[in-house]
């Protein structure tokens, strides 16, 4: 599987942005299509966004369309989540994930994904 880990996360107030990374050990993440997933305190864990595996496809959760953008550098073997425009609501710990198989366009589901990342905090403060 693919090892990833995620970067980025911290405190920031409401209004603000941040920009978490994902990359993997194994330097092969630039094959695989890739997902974003957050958990809030208290709740089950959520869809946020997906790219395919070349960039030519995304797809977002309707909470953060607009605001947030994902991006990918398959040069540096990295996946983006750009967030602007952040409210109180996006605080969670940001999971990045990798699809099962390479080549592929992503999902909004978290079963699809083989390989997850061991979380980012991300505090939006009001």
């Known amino acids: 599987q693919v090892d990833l880990v995620e970067s980025g996360g911290g405190l920031v107030q409401a209004g603000g942005s941040l920009r978490l990374s994902c990359g993997d050990s194994?330097?092969?993440?630039?094959?695989?299509?890739s997902g974003w997933f957050r958990q809030a305190p208290g709740k089950e864990r959520e869809f946020v966004a997906t790219i395919s595996w070349n960039g030519g496809s995304t797809y977002y959760a309707d909470s953060v369309k607009g605001r947030f953008t994902i991006s990918r550098d398959n040069a540096k073997n990295t996946v983006y989540l750009q967030m602007n425009s952040l409210k109180s609501e996006d605080t969670a710990v940001y999971y990045c994930?990798?699809?099962?198989?390479?080549?592929?366009?992503?999902?909004?589901?978290?079963?699809?994904?083989?390989?997850w990342g061991q979380g980012t905090q991300v505090t939006v403060s009001s």
């Open positions: 994930a990798a699809d099962r198989a390479p080549l592929g366009y992503g999902s909004a589901q978290a079963f699809a994904f083989g390989s």
């Open positions: 194994g330097r092969t993440l630039s094959k695989y299509a």
